[in-house]
């Protein structure tokens, strides 16, 4: 990583959430300097002059567009490049298509910035994450998936509205692949350190208690928001352009940072050799620990299912 100061971020893929990444970055002022990357050119060049054409209403950042030799020096290369996911569509069904998409990125973007940390963004994204590990010599401790980050963030969100509370106060996580075999390891779900369920009780002598908590239903809308999103608008973009950034930010801070991200396991809870989601300690140069989440037998089954549906997609995939 270079000095504090000098901070660069490429990004590949100028779609909607390419681009909304790098607006976002700008406008935080997270980068110093951010480079657009699209096999369609004209389109990664509009989008920076987009951004920089706001550029006096906020800090100052460098935005340009350019090819992969001009990402020299990037402390953070983000990959969002490959085919939308449709609505109704499994994560999972992009598989083949996406990683080969990946596979004609690898070699250039690694070649011209071999020290820097990638972010995988593309979906499906544990498929991806683990493609990248295998086609290129990038230390896995460089190599992250966004992950369950958004997923995360859905079920706080969710939370924080059933029971009338900052989704800050609202601890939880969702574990395993970015996709339909995730699940909530309700063990460690509380709100400001109290389980859910005492922390209902607090609302109990109020005029407006809080309705018991359906734990189903709260999954089903981790799993399907996605889905209901793309039927309304089309895509999804926003909310993973800020875990994304989240995570950029994270690595810029200098210190180590808890989240959900998708990285290669080496028998951590009983799985090898997959990429997904459990909790990792995230630092200025990329994933630096796995925590060990004590998971009751159930979750841990949960989880180890979510590796063996992943498995089996990648025993079918050509990297």
């Not at 085919?83 to 999972?92: H, P």
């Not at 601890?171 to 699940?183: I, K, L, N, Q, Y």
Request: aromatic share 6%; net charge negative.
């Amino acid at each position: 990583m270079r000095e504090p100061d000098l901070r660069k971020v490429t990004i590949i893929g100028a779609g909607n959430v390419g681009a909304t990444i790098a607006y976002t970055l700008a406008i935080e002022g997270i980068a110093n300097e951010i480079l657009m990357i699209d096999i369609k050119a004209d389109k990664a060049e509009g989008e920076a002059m987009d951004i920089t054409q706001g550029s006096p209403f906020f800090k100052g950042t460098h935005v340009t567009s350019g090819d992969y030799k001009d990402a020299v020096g990037s402390d953070i290369v983000i990959i969002t490049s490959g085919v939308a996911r449709s609505a109704g569509q499994s994560r999972l069904d992009l598989a083949q298509v996406n990683v080969d998409i990946l596979k004609r990125i690898a070699k250039d973007i690694t070649t011209y910035a071999p020290d820097a940390i990638y972010l995988l963004i593309s979906n499906p994204v544990d498929v991806m994450t683990y493609a990248f590990n295998k086609i290129t010599n990038i230390p896995e401790s460089r190599i992250i998936g966004s992950g369950t980050i958004l997923d995360t963030s859905r079920l706080r969100s969710y939370l924080g509205d059933h029971f009338h509370i900052s989704r800050q106060n609202v601890h939880a996580f969702v574990f395993g692949e970015h996709g339909d075999s995730s699940f909530v390891p309700w063990s460690q779900v509380n709100i400001s350190c109290v389980d859910v369920e005492k922390y209902r009780q607090v609302s109990l002598e109020n005029e407006d208690p809080i309705p018991p908590l359906n734990r189903a239903d709260a999954e089903n809308y981790v799993r399907t928001s996605g889905s209901q999103i793309i039927a309304r608008k089309g895509a999804t973009y926003y909310a993973v352009s800020t875990a994304a950034v989240h995570i950029c930010k994270c690595i810029f801070s200098g210190n180590d940072t808890a989240m959900t991200v998708s990285t290669m396991h080496h028998n951590e809870y009983g799985i090898d050799d997959v990429c997904l989601s459990t909790l990792a300690l995230v630092g200025p140069n990329g994933v630096k620990a796995h925590i060990p989440v004590e998971l009751t037998k159930k979750e841990a089954e949960k989880l180890r299912h979510s590796a063996a549906c992943l498995r089996s997609v990648l025993d079918q995939i050509e990297f």
